[in-house]
Nanobody, 119 residues
Framework: QVQLVESGGGLVQAGGSLRLSCAASGRIFSINAMGWYRQAPGKQRELVAAITNGGSTNYADSVKGRFTVSRDNAKNTVYLQMNALKPEDTAVYYC?????????????WGQGTQVTVSS
C-alpha cells in the first residue's frame, strides 16, 4: 500500500499564494503518477493537477497559469504551488497516487487539507 500525508493548507486572501505538499510512503515504487484533487461543499471531487513519473503534467483549465505541480523523487513528495488564488479555489484538497500493484490499478488518497480563500 501507499500512504499519503498532505500539509500546507490554510486561510489566504484572494490574490495570495499557498504551497501544498504531499509525502508518499510505503510501496512507492508502484506509483505511476501523483496529483491533486479538490472538493468544494456540494460539488464533486475534481482533478486539479497531476504529474507522471516522467514529468508530464496535466491541469484543470480553471487553474492553468496559476497553479504548478511538481515532484521531488528523492523525497517522494509532490507539491502544488498555488498563486493568484481566488475564492472559488476554496475546497478540501486531496493528494492522490495512481499505480499498479499485483497487476491491478489502484488509487491512494491523503486525508485532505483545507484551503480557504477569502475575498
Amino acid at each position: 500500500q501507499v500512504q499519503l500525508v498532505e500539509s500546507g493548507g490554510g486561510l489566504v486572501q484572494a490574490g495570495g499564494s499557498l504551497r501544498l505538499s504531499c509525502a508518499a510512503s510505503g510501496r512507492i515504487f508502484s506509483i505511476n503518477a501523483m496529483g491533486w484533487y479538490r472538493q468544494a461543499p456540494g460539488k464533486q471531487r475534481e482533478l486539479v493537477a497531476a504529474i507522471t513519473n516522467g514529468g508530464s503534467t496535466n491541469y484543470a483549465d480553471s487553474v492553468k497559469g496559476r497553479f504548478t505541480v511538481s515532484r521531488d523523487n528523492a523525497k517522494n513528495t509532490v507539491y502544488l504551488q498555488m498563486n493568484a488564488l481566488k475564492p472559488e479555489d476554496t475546497a478540501v484538497y486531496y493528494c492522490n497516487a495512481k499505480g499498479v500493484m499485483g497487476g491491478y490499478l489502484y488509487d491512494s488518497w491523503g486525508q485532505g487539507t483545507q484551503v480557504t480563500v477569502s475575498s
